[in-house]
């Protein structure tokens, strides 16, 4: 079974005996009650993850010996996930198996049959919700590089980032092209639209399509945008070398 993974500030350098302390300190101790010998690995959530082994206990504080580091590159193609706004928990939902799939960004959109609306302090406190959630699903997924969580996107912004993707993609049940049978570029920005539950409006598939953007269909199931987009994830990343 592979170490479990704690979130730590890690430096440039990271060598000899490295202190977890705080929440994640906490956690180590009390709730996965680590031991000293037991392996664990220390990532800073960027790419870099130190594997260590436990030396000391103390309360809520955890050191750890530094036995190597390991660096993660950045990854290619980079794959971005617009996420329209699920309503309730099927929201943490998506970003948690997004997160786990081994998604690179998730953007959240207000699309136009979105039922969820995020304005001001609401939408500030969902927002950082999705980060809290991405967060613990890299973790929990043993990644070294979490899934960033960006800003929540306008159909105009999601019209941009398409524009400038290497591979553009929106998911509709209606499309005649399969996502299995697409070649996924070897670097650059593969952007996938999942649009809500009502689906996406002829406006915003008029806007995508001018942005390049082409439609493509998992399959015959037709599934929740929760999970539609971590299934559509798996088949981009499948055909690729970072799942290779």
């Known amino acids: 079974m592979t170490a479990p993974v704690f979130v730590a500030p890690l430096p440039a350098e990271p060598a000899g005996e490295l202190l977890l302390e705080g929440p994640e300190g906490r956690h180590a101790a009390r709730v996965r009650?680590?031991?000293?010998?037991?392996?664990?690995?220390?990532?800073?959530?960027?790419?870099?993850?130190?594997?260590?082994?436990?030396?000391?206990?103390?309360?809520?504080?955890?050191?750890?010996?530094?036995?190597?580091?390991e660096r993660e590159p950045a990854p290619a193609p980079r794959v971005v996930v617009v996420q329209a706004l699920p309503k309730g928990e099927r929201a943490e939902l998506a970003v948690e198996v997004l997160s786990e799939v081994g998604v690179d960004v998730v953007v959240p959109w207000q699309a136009e049959r979105s039922v969820v609306q995020w304005r001001g302090e609401r939408g500030a406190k969902a927002l950082e919700k999705w980060r809290a959630t991405a967060r613990e699903a890299g973790?929990?997924?043993?990644r070294a590089r979490f899934a960033e969580v960006a800003e929540a996107a306008t159909t105009r912004e999601?019209?941009?980032?398409?524009?400038?993707?290497?591979?553009?993609?929106?998911?509709?049940?209606?499309?005649?092209?399969?996502?299995?049978?697409?070649?996924?570029?070897?670097?650059?920005?593969?952007?996938?639209?999942?649009g809500p539950e009502g689906g996406v409006s002829g406006a915003e598939l008029a806007a995508f399509a001018a942005a390049g953007a082409r439609a493509v269909?998992?399959?015959?199931?037709?599934?929740?945008?929760?999970?539609?987009?971590?299934?559509?994830?798996?088949?981009?990343?499948a055909r690729t070398t970072r799942w290779s």
């Open 33 to 69: 009650r680590v031991e000293p010998g037991e392996r664990v690995d220390l990532v800073d959530g960027r790419g870099t993850r130190a594997r260590c082994r436990v030396t000391v206990v103390d309360g809520d504080r955890v050191r750890c010996a530094v036995e190597e580091v």
């Open 158 to 194: 999601v019209a941009d980032l398409l524009r400038g993707a290497a591979l553009p993609l929106v998911l509709g049940e209606e499309a005649a092209e399969p996502l299995a049978g697409v070649e996924v570029p070897a670097t650059g920005d593969v952007v996938l639209v999942v």
């Open 139 to 142: 973790k929990q997924a043993r």
């Open 217 to 237: 269909r998992l399959g015959p199931s037709v599934l929740r945008t929760s999970t539609a987009g971590a299934v559509a994830a798996g088949v981009v990343l």
